[in-house]
């Protein structure tokens, strides 16, 4: 059985989660976000979650040895999906080569990575809706905000090099409807798995 995978690219507000459950609905293939996997992990009190528990408690960044390990467990416990789809990770270099391993051994293609593109301001009144309909704190100061863009802008851009590079970037513009930002994206899979079968 062909297995594909996908990786969606955004920053904060760019509405990549759920383009994700929109595309997890349609296709059947698993969404994943390592985020809700760590939660799970913690509220479990797993092994992994007590190691997770250790960095998150010291406000740092949980390794990408733990975050391979997790994301290696998921595609493990599930042989028969057809295919995956990646929300917020692979954020970096090293985590993109962990990713490509990890797909070459559940004889998986990576079929496309896709950037979210939204202007900052939207995004900014985005996050800051949903702070007010989430009372999510780190959402409502314009400082963290801004921060966070930076740094994932930062951090991002040496992952568009190495995608355009394979030939796997594509753009997709995310400042429509939740149906219109679909509707691109599903033109853009189908499209892709079309050129795909007929290579094979």
């Known amino acids: 059985m062909k297995r594909y995978a ?9 509405g990549k989660g759920t383009q994700a459950k929109k595309l997890s609905a349609e296709t059947g ?3 994943i976000a390592p985020g809700d996997l760590f939660r799970k992990h913690l509220q479990q009190n797993t092994p992994l979650g007590k190691q997770i528990r250790e960095y998150v408690e010291q406000g740092r960044l949980v ?20 295919g995956f ?13 962990d990713l490509e391993q990890l797909l070459q051994e559940e004889n998986t293609k ?15 009144a985005r996050i800051q809706k ?3 309909e989430e009372g999510r704190t780190d959402d409502q100061h314009e400082a963290i905000i801004l921060q966070r ?12 090099t190495h995608y355009q590079k394979k030939g796997i970037w594509y753009t997709i513009d995310g400042t429509g409807s939740i149906e219109e930002v679909f509707l691109q994206l599903w033109t853009l899979i189908n499209s892709l798995l079309l050129q795909t079968e007929k290579q094979s």
């Open 29 to 31: 293939w698993l969404h």
């Open 6 to 14: 996908v990786v969606f690219v955004g920053p904060p507000g760019a």
């Open 63 to 82: 390794p990408d040895s733990i975050v391979r390990t997790v994301i290696a467990e998921v595609l493990k416990q599930h042989p028969d999906t057809p």
């Open 85 to 97: 789809i990646f929300d917020g990770y692979p954020r970096t270099l090293p985590q993109a080569s």
């Open 149 to 160: 863009f930076r740094e994932y802008m930062e951090k991002t851009l040496p992952l568009k």
């Open 130 to 132: 949903r702070a007010q």
């Open 110 to 124: 990576l079929l496309a990575v896709i950037f979210f593109h939204v202007p900052e301001e939207e995004l900014k």
